[in-house]
């Protein structure tokens, strides 16, 4: 069973910082990817940052200079700094894990989400 934990949101002024957390149950290495996604009301979830199993990043266009993607695998932890944010970026964040089932599909790990308001 794998369980994803986030931690870190919370109520933030425009231009501000906040980190989020998410541990994960087991070793990060065993996904093939971790990443985190967003999802704002009325609209769709979207992925936010990504990082694979071999340590590349991807980021969405909205965020790149801003968001960085960082993991500690002793801790199993993976992070995403978030700087300058902007009351756009208010969305509840959900850490996400794929993992590849013999060669062929992928299942996908979700948190419960963490709630990031961006607003004066």
């Known amino acids: 069973q794998v369980h994803l934990v986030e931690s870190g949101g919370g109520l933030v002024q425009p231009g501000g910082s906040l980190r989020l957390s998410c541990a994960a149950s087991?070793?990060?290495?065993?996904?093939?990817?971790m990443g985190w996604y967003r999802q704002a009301p009325g609209k769709e979830r979207e992925l936010v940052a990504a990082?694979?199993?071999?340590?590349?990043?991807n980021y969405a266009d909205s965020v790149k200079g801003r968001f960085t993607i960082t993991r500690d695998t002793a801790k199993n932890t993976v992070y995403l700094q978030m700087n300058s944010l902007k009351p756009e970026d208010t969305a509840v964040y959900y850490c996400?894990?794929?993992?590849?089932?013999?060669?062929?599909?992928?299942?996908?790990?979700w948190g419960q989400g963490t709630q990031v308001t961006v607003s004066s």
């Open positions: 996400n894990a794929k993992k590849l089932y013999s060669g062929a599909y992928y299942v996908n790990y």
């Open positions: 087991g070793s990060i290495f065993s996904f093939d990817a």
């Open positions: 990082i694979t199993n071999g340590g590349s990043t």
